[in-house]
């Protein structure tokens, strides 16, 4: 069984840090490539990044590049979001994901798995 367990997640200021973590079971993860999403109140989910395991080749959207790094340890199977400069528009529930598509893939319809979110709170 796939599981995606994400943690992390919390409470912060403006200009502050958090690492999400997401711990990942039940596949080759060597094999997918990873992703984290996230979804505020009254909008749709959007993608934030994506990471080919294999190789470690990444991909950014525009709205978090330069402040959100992603990064995996094979060895644990973890993947995690480093997320720095977090402004209240970063206010959201995150989510983890996981696709045996490609990284041109890293978007809502092309994950194959996704995991229970974790809150983020960003407050001024």
């Known amino acids: 069984e796939v599981q995606l367990q994400a943690s992390g997640g919390g409470s912060v200021q403006t200009g502050g840090s958090l690492r999400l973590s997401c711990a990942a079971s039940g596949f080759p993860f060597d094999d997918y490539v990873l992703g984290w999403f996230r979804q505020a109140p009254g909008k749709e989910r959007e993608g934030l990044s994506c990471i080919e395991i294999i190789d470690g080749k990444t991909y950014y959207y525009d709205s978090v590049k330069g402040r959100f790094y992603i990064s995996s340890d094979s060895a644990k199977n973890v993947v995690y979001l480093q997320m720095n400069a977090l402004s209240v528009e970063d206010t959201a529930t995150y989510f983890c994901?996981?696709?045996?598509?490609?990284?041109?893939?890293?978007?809502?319809?092309?994950?194959?798995?996704w995991g229970e979110g974790t809150q983020v709170t960003v407050s001024s």
């Open positions: 994901a996981a696709s045996r598509n490609t990284l041109a893939h890293c978007d809502n319809y092309g994950m194959d798995h």
